[in-house]
């Protein structure tokens, strides 16, 4: 019989029904890395179990090559991580140090937005040498999606504080 005690993981305290768009920070540290501490933007796209239930995969695997390109351009070393949510509500977006506030978040995400959506943007690194699955992108609806993000950002509409689950 499986004994051990499992590790709590922060994301999934969270309370997803009452959790919308927005970006979250949680800030760690470590003694077990050469980063002295780091944060974890959760860049929430997508109210989750909501009717638009996610963004389909080919407009994440978009993104993912975008975000991650476009993240790293403007903030150099101090990205150690962008990646997409197994639920495909949104993304990680993991920097080292703790300074950075949701809300400075929110100014990247407007300028990494508006870079997407400008026009003749290509999408970066989709090529067969650079992607293991260059072919499985949909940009037409990435810019949809960007669209509707930046949207929601600049009407003031996304949450900056997690609503934890609340013990009974």
């Known amino acids: 019989m499986y004994t051990k005690e499992k590790a709590v993981v922060n994301s999934f305290i969270v309370d997803h029904t009452i959790l919308k768009q927005g970006i979250y920070a949680k800030a760690s540290k470590t003694n077990e890395s050469n980063v002295d501490a ?35 351009t403007i903030l150099g070393d101090e990205v150690i991580y962008v990646g997409p949510m197994g639920c495909c509500t949104g993304f990680y977006v993991v920097l080292a140090g703790t300074s950075r506030t949701p809300q400075d978040i929110q100014v990247l995400m407007k300028q990494v937005l508006e870079t997407i959506l400008e026009e003749g943007y290509v999408v970066p690194f989709q090529n067969p040498v650079s992607c293991g699955n260059y072919t499985f992108m949909d940009f037409e609806n990435t810019l949809k999606a960007c669209q509707n993000y930046l949207n929601l950002i600049n009407e003031g509409k996304l949450e900056f504080e997690y609503p934890y689950i609340q013990e009974a």
């Open 38 to 72: 780091y944060t974890t933007y959760d860049i929430r796209m997508i109210r989750p179990n909501s009717p638009e239930r996610m963004l389909q995969p080919d407009v994440m695997h978009t993104l993912e090559h975008c975000f991650a390109t476009e993240i790293r």
